[in-house]
């Protein structure tokens, strides 16, 4: 079955505070977008990609895009106010012959080829959806409004998640028919009762959040290199 891969870049980056959308904002002398595009167009098979981009920046020729190198065939088109509104508008460019999609956060670039392939083969072995996920090292607490702390998970049953997230085309449609907004797809697809697997996560995929997220990716390219 064909894979399509939305790859979301249209977010504008408020917590790195960037002059540019962060999908755009250089590591190694190349958009965050670029790097992560040299990775799905890796992918074995031929994946059709979306790449969903900032309204007003969907023109590949356009001077930010100087460095991005899109996989053929791919296509532009913008996104929307919330990450979801973005999966939602790259998911409708798909072509009808992709039976299993990918979201991947353009923020994510350094994600390696190995994770995107234990997601897709997830989803061929049955699964409903696949999402890389890592164990997480600190406690982590549920708050109220007030910070009063009111749980405190058992650690060994928590993943830290990351994307691509794969899922079978109609399980992630009706997911976003539901209208609810979430940080990530695989909410989506729990709420509507659809089992989604953890495979393994790599550390090289965490996202590019904060400036010091980008100094910290900009180290783990130099040690590769080097
Ligand atoms: N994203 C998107 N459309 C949005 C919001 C986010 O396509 N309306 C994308 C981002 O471009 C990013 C990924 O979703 O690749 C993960 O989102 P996040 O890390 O939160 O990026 P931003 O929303 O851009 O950053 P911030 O929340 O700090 O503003
Ligand atoms: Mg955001």
Do not use: Y
């Not at 890796?42 to 969903?52: C, K, L, N, Q």
């Not at 539901?178 to 953890?198: F, H, I, K, Y």
């Amino acid at each position: 079955s064909s894979v399509g891969v939305v790859v979301v870049a249209a977010g504008s980056g408020s917590r790195l505070g960037a002059d540019v959308p962060k999908a755009f904002v250089h590591l190694a002398g190349r958009p965050l977008l670029a790097h992560a595009l040299d990775t799905v167009a890796r992918m074995p098979g031929r994946a059709e990609v979306v790449v969903v981009a900032p309204a007003g920046l969907t023109d590949p020729g356009g001077p930010l895009w100087s460095g991005v190198v899109l996989p053929a065939g791919a296509v532009v088109v913008p996104g929307g106010a919330e990450r979801t509104d973005s999966v939602a508008a790259g998911m409708a460019a798909l072509g009808q012959g992709c039976e299993i999609v990918l979201v991947h956060d353009a923020a994510r670039c350094l994600m390696p080829l190995a994770v995107f392939s234990r997601v897709v083969e997830a989803v061929r072995a049955g699964a409903a959806g696949a999402v890389p996920g890592l164990p997480v090292v600190d406690t982590v607490k549920t708050v109220d409004a007030d910070g009063v702390i009111t749980g405190t998970p058992e650690r060994s049953t928590l993943r830290a998640v990351q994307t691509p997230q794969g899922f079978r085309r109609e399980v992630l449609e009706r997911a976003h028919a539901s209208g609810l907004q979430a940080t990530d797809d695989a909410a989506l697809v729990e709420l509507c009762g659809d089992d989604v697997v953890v495979v393994e996560g790599d550390p090289l995929g965490t996202k590019v959040t904060t400036a010091d997220d980008l100094e910290r990716a900009q180290w783990l390219l130099d040690r590769a290199a080097t």
